[in-house]
């Protein structure tokens, strides 16, 4: 597959995350990491597996898979890649490509536990409910940004895996934030 990501606007780190879906109990489900405290940026969130591009990765494809070995270990050859998404560029400055990808499931996955305390795995069908959707004002390096959210049974996710999220969404016809959010 070919590179077809954007260049990143000045100043914002090319990175790239895998959309891991796969079908359990008869439903479209997703798969996300938490992140540790003891990484750099975005400590203890909820996420897609990826990370910046090396210098070595062919492109962000390759850096999307290589990250989610890393990080779980799911081998590239047991990833069927679906498409693309829409980049996401954060306050943190990065320019995440996110790639849907189908996986296998059940998997042996293995974390690695410096970057990844634990998975969680929702149903599409569970962020389709708008009422557990909001958006609300952030604060980040002095600038305020209304950010997306959406909160379940304690656990919240938001930023630009929410924003990932909600383009995922949108792909298969579904809206169920009515606000926007900063992009």
Known sequence: MEDYAP???????PAAVLTPVFEVEGQVSLLFTQRTMFLKDHRGQISFPGGVRDPGDADLLTTALRETEEEIGLR???????????PVATTTGYWINPFVALIPYPY???LNHHEVMHLLIFPLAAF???ERWSTGPYRYND???QVCCWKYEGTVIWGATARVLLDLLSGVGENPLS?????
């Open 7 to 13: 260049a990143p606007p000045e100043g914002l780190l």
């Open 76 to 86: 590239p050859e047991a990833v069927e890649i679906l498409g693309n998404l829409q």
């Open 108 to 110: 042996d996955f293995r």
């Open 128 to 130: 389709c409910v708008p």
């Open 143 to 145: 600038q305020i940004i």
């Open 179 to 183: 606000q926007e959010c900063e992009h």
